[in-house]
């Protein structure tokens, strides 16, 4: 330790201590990554049956506060009335022959044959292999012929700039939005935050082609329908009581 | 005693590179970590125009929703927080996280007209 430290040995004793800490630091990687890591497939469809005769108008208005929370629309403030983005909307219908009314909540179908898709010059509008239909915005261009396509006038266009966006749920002034079935909560194993709010059985997600599911099996013991059947759009969304 | 001195004045000057190749001020997750989450600084600094537009056709499309490369794990660990306020500044903030390197090469990028520019409550990859 008394031996004085001349200049080569200094630079020797740094540049080596240097290299080793350097070589350990690389080591230390995050390699960690959440479950889903595994591109989705159509082994399955999600779906929804909405039971209307079940579900109150006000679990009704639940679905879609519950909606609007989750994904961050609804504040808008120089939107005016029709501009204004609805993902899911609560919609009477009334029998002209014996004047009853239904409430049911309409949002995207997440239709087999979605008309979205066919007409979108960018392809940004698509379905996903498990069913979803969605919009991808990086490449929205914000045409909306999608909006004039869709029987269910379920899609919206985004008229303003918007700050304070959900972090799972990016959305932005001139690119179309619609219901994404909760895609981030799905991929994750959750259910969709308008099924979530409901606490009856009126609303039942799941997978469409799972034997076992819950939804499976209720569509195959109770009459359901698919609004605008006649479109053979072949709808993801089923109802029944209507 | 001399090669103990040396040995600490090393390894000090080895973190203080470290620290200083990575650009990192303030105080943000990633300035304060000291985990090393890209191999590279070099190649991510070149490259992550490339991975984050292949991870989102990943994670939008087909529904790979990994913290690898997500643009929300970029603002989570980068974005710098205002001691007075206790607020977060956007990234996208004058001589933020991401505005500085692109207002020096004069690059306009549309990420945030969409993305949220701080972190989410309770945020998380």
Redesign the interface.
Known sequence: ?S???NRRD?IK??SA??VG??AI??G???T???A?????TNAKRWGMLIDTNKLTETEIDGMVGACRKENGWGSEVHSTGNQKPTWIKKLKVQDKATGKITDLPLMCQHCEEPPCVDVCPTNAS?K???GIV?V???LCIGCRYCMMACPYDARSFVHE????????M??????VESCTLC??KV??GESPACVASVNSDAVIFGDLYDANSKINQTLKKIQSTQIRADLNLNTGVRYSGI | ???LL??F???A???S??QASNDLSGNSKAAQST?????SVSVIRKMHPEFLNHK?D?T?????????NSL?GC?NCHANKDEKTNQYHPVNEQDQFCSTCHQKVSVSVDCF????????KG?S?
Do not use: W
């Open positions: 330790m031996k004085t430290l200094f004793t740094t201590t240097t800490v350097a630091a690389s230390v990687t995050l960690s990554f959440a889903n890591d595994k591109s989705v698509m996903r292999e498990d969605l991808d915005r990086h700039d918007l700050t304070d966006q959900k972090e799972h990016p959305r932005g002034k001139g690119t895609v981030h991929d994750n | 005693m001399y090669r040396v040995l004045l090393s390894i000057l080895s973190v590179i470290a985990e090393k989450y890209h191999d989102r990943k939008l499309r087909q529904g790979v929703r990994t913290e690898e929300k603002v007209s969409c993305h949220r520019t701080t972190p989410g945020a990859l």
